[in-house]
């Protein structure tokens, strides 16, 4: 209701005033179409990122770090601000990279699809996650980022690929799924997830 309705104006805009990254150079189809699907990617790994730097915004990206057992639910469980503010960043995403109408919708659907398998449950075998996540973020992967230690949730913030994580050095791959308590300090106790009190979450005091 709110992403959706942003980005595809915006997206006729700037194909209509030829603005946008992709707009510089005359890339063939195929290459423009795998450059702007990179950049989309590796532009949700900064926005992620700057969602766990900036306090502000954690207080409301944090509702979704305080469920204390990852599923698929968890994926599209965010504070309502969160949802508005991301609609600007993702209209602002769009616009800049010059992405086209096509590009968006494939890149929404295989964001949609690796949000849910990275939160998902699933107990693959080790083997084929080690095989995934030579280019892929894995539910063990992503488990590590919902850790209840800051250090480790500062870890692998990348949506699709895990090369950005690489690249920059945050990707944190050595950790045992035993050992992880997921969720946030502070925030351990099952009472903090009922809806009234996540809703109110950001505005409270933070705890250490």
């Known amino acids: 209701l709110v992403v959706k309705p942003a980005a595809e104006k915006l997206i006729t805009w700037s194909g209509i005033k030829a603005f946008g990254l992709l707009h510089l150079a005359d890339f063939p189809p ?40 990852l599923d698929v639910t968890t994926s599209f469980r965010f504070h309502p601000a969160e949802v508005f503010y991301s609609a600007v960043f993702r209209a602002l995403q769009v616009v800049l990279i010059g992405v086209t109408p096509a590009l968006y919708v494939v890149y929404e659907f295989c964001f949609t699809c690796a949000t849910i398998f990275h939160h998902s449950n699933l107990r693959l075998p ?28 500062k870890s692998n913030c990348s949506s699709i ?25 502070g925030y351990l106790k099952p009472e903090v997830n009922r809806l009234i009190n996540l809703m109110i979450m950001p505005f409270l005091r933070q705890p250490d």
């Open 161 to 185: 690929f895990i090369w950005w994580d690489r690249i920059h050095l945050t990707a944190l791959l050595d950790i045992r799924q035993s050992d992880l308590v997921i969720g946030v300090s």
């Open 126 to 153: 080790v083997a084929l996650e080690r095989v995934l996540n030579l280019v892929f973020i894995t539910p063990r992967v992503h488990g590590i980022h919902h850790s209840s230690i800051e250090a480790q949730s």
């Open 30 to 69: 195929i290459a423009g179409f795998a450059l702007g699907f990179l950049l989309m990617d590796l532009s949700f790994y900064y926005w992620h990122r700057i969602n766990h730097l900036a306090p502000v915004l954690w207080r409301f990206h944090g509702v979704h770090h305080v469920d204390l057992d």
